[in-house]
């Protein structure tokens, strides 16, 4: 090998094993450390909670993936629970005007906030 060679294999291997470190560190679908009730100050991307009545449920035409509309301190939120993280069973556990507390990650979509859930655990009925 070259030696040209040899650097680019050893950028590439460093490159896949941070990334398998990576990988590792923040496995998707898990929800861990510091997770804060969602206020006015809370950034897209931080892990959040609310806590309130379910105002409305649906699931979505294509998909079926469960969207609830959550009343938060007098605000709604919505939350979006992807098909592969238990939305069918959450829908069939949860009805309109249930007392929930929810975890995910803050997000946006068309412009409104919304928490998306990143396992059926993270959706507790109160």
Known sequence: MEKEEKIIAILLAMAILS??????????GELSGNIEP?????????????????????????GDHLIL?????????????????????IDKELAVNDMV????????YEGELE???KDKKDIEKL
């Open 69 to 89: 509309k959550v009343d938060h301190e007098g605000e709604m939120i919505t939350v979006f629970v992807p098909n592969n993280k238990g939305a069918k069973d």
């Open 115 to 117: 928490i998306i859930v």
């Open 101 to 108: 507390h929810i975890a995910g990650i803050l997000d946006e």
């Open 38 to 62: 969602l206020s006015d100050s809370t950034t897209l991307g931080e892990k959040v909670f609310v806590e309130g009545p379910v105002l409305n449920k649906k699931m979505t035409y294509s």
């Open 19 to 28: 990334l398998a470190v990576a990988y590792f560190i923040y496995i998707p």
